[in-house]
T-cell receptor, first 116, second 111 residues
Framework: GAVVSQHPSRVICKSGTSVKIECRSLDFQATTMFWYRQFPKQSLMLMATSNEGSKATYEQGVEKDKFLINHASLTLSTLTVTSAHPEDSSFYIC????????????FGPGTRLTVL | GQQLNQSPQSMFIQEGEDVSMNCTSSSIFNTWLWYKQDPGEGPVLLIALYKAGELTSNGRLTAQFGITRKDSFLNISASIPSDVGIYFCAGPNNAGNMLTFGGGTRLMVKP
């Protein structure tokens, strides 16, 4: 099956620093990738839709200047949490859309961000 | 917006028992997806349902797409410890540009 990787899997940083998370589709090309945030014991909340070669579409309440998304190629999307604060600590998960569309989303293993 | 309500929120069962969980919505979904998320991992698709009334199995898992297209259930038979995790239902929104996820059912299995 299709594989999506995320790097790093875990990151701990000081408040005020910026953190970049990579999402790669390893064996297929993905025009569209999604970024989710998941707080403990809660569901996945869509943050933004990342489209290759164009600007990301952000969900209501998600600051685009704080969560910078770059989808520079068909196999890589990056999420940069700028000036991270403790409230940004969360589990960030990406997914890549396969040829089958929305029904065929392959999820990455997630990145646990802890901001001290 | 469209919302998916899952129940129960959590279950603690004995190994070998059967499990049933469901997902309901006030609006129609044309596709129902069931995912499992292991602790510290991303979700993995278990079953996809595309037709009202459809009943689909994947090993010990069985899922059904409700006739009204407003609900779906997932059954797990003869549970084993590795069934532990969070089970999410999901479906495409009306615009077809994102998935809506239910709140999840946390399953714990006692050996």
């Amino acid at each position: 099956g299709a594989v999506v990787s995320q790097h790093p899997s875990r990151v701990i940083c000081k408040s005020g620093t910026s953190v970049k998370i990579e999402c790669r589709s390893l064996d297929f090309q993905a025009t569209t990738m999604f970024w989710y945030r998941q707080f403990p014991k809660q569901s996945l909340m869509l943050m933004a839709t990342s489209n290759e070669g164009s600007k990301a579409t952000y969900e209501q309440g998600v600051e685009k200047d704080k969560f910078l998304i770059n989808h520079a190629s068909l196999t890589l999307s990056t999420l940069t949490v700028t000036s991270a604060h403790p409230e940004d600590s969360s589990f960030y998960i990406c997914s890549a859309e396969g040829a089958g569309g929305l029904d065929e989303q392959f999820f990455g293993p997630g990145t646990r961000l802890t901001v001290l | 917006g469209q919302q998916l309500n899952q129940s129960p929120q959590s279950m603690f069962i004995q190994e070998g028992e059967d499990v049933s969980m469901n997902c309901t919505s006030s609006s129609i979904f044309n596709t129902w997806l069931w995912y499992k998320q292991d602790p510290g991992e991303g979700p993995v698709l278990l079953i996809a349902l595309y037709k009202a009334g459809e009943l689909t199995s994947n090993g010990r898992l069985t899922a059904q797409f409700g006739i009204t297209r407003k609900d779906s259930f997932l059954n797990i038979s003869a549970s084993i410890p590795s069934d532990v995790g969070i089970y999410f239902c999901a479906g495409p929104n009306n615009a077809g540009n994102m998935l809506t996820f239910g709140g999840g059912t946390r399953l714990m299995v006692k050996p």
